[in-house]
């Protein structure tokens, strides 16, 4: 599992969605049903290039206090046995879930993820918009407690690896329906939902491989009838083609917040309120 997780991670992982994104690109053009725009492109790519080079430096900030919590575990759950994957899978998808919901409704993590929702056009390269300050956050926190119960950091980290490249599939216009696999997958369609702008389609559609846990908290929400979807986030501090100014904006926005309050429940509000 970790073998496969670290060959998505660099080399042939990256190779095959660079490739995916290429076809896709040439699919569309091929069809009439463009979805790329060339300056959101290039900046998409600076993005990705900034991420990996930055992650490079700050891999090792997540799996330090992983290996702590397990070092002191409360069981040791070898997967060994098919219930025991299967239950470090169900059990990732909910943190998951948790932490995707965490990175729209606090504005200390929207701030880091924000750069993920600001492509206008919905394709596969959108996929690539990957925040690079989300390590340097504490994203991993959420995932501490796997540890602690008793799972290997390893495994963990890799099931969450194999989860974000499924995801990556999902950023595209092109899919059609998958009739009954939409009420437990995550697809397509209800990414499309999650990503746009429309006020009914905000803080939809959390889930990573299945869509079963929005069902089950009463956040998923299929596409509105008769309005086209809009991408792209709200605010106009992100709507640029500059990668560093799309990185850091949340991220100014809210130091200036910071800046004005003037009492310690206007800066928890500046920090961890919606964002």
Known sequence: MERIAGGLATGWGLALMLGLVALEFGYGRWRGRNTYDARETVATAAILIGHRLLQSVVAGLAVVPMLLAWEHRLLDLPLDRAWTVALLFLAVEFVYYWHHRAMHRVRWFWASHAVHHSARHFNLSAGLRLGWFASLSGNFVFYLPLAWIGFDPRAILGVLALNLFYQFFLHTEHAPRLGPLEWVLN???????????????LDRNFGGVLIVYDRLFGTFAEAPKNEALRYGVKRATVASHAPLRLELAGWIAMARDLGRARSLRQAGAALFGRP
């Open 187 to 201: 697809t397509p369609a209800h990414h499309r939902v999650h990503h746009a702008s429309n006020e009914a389609c």
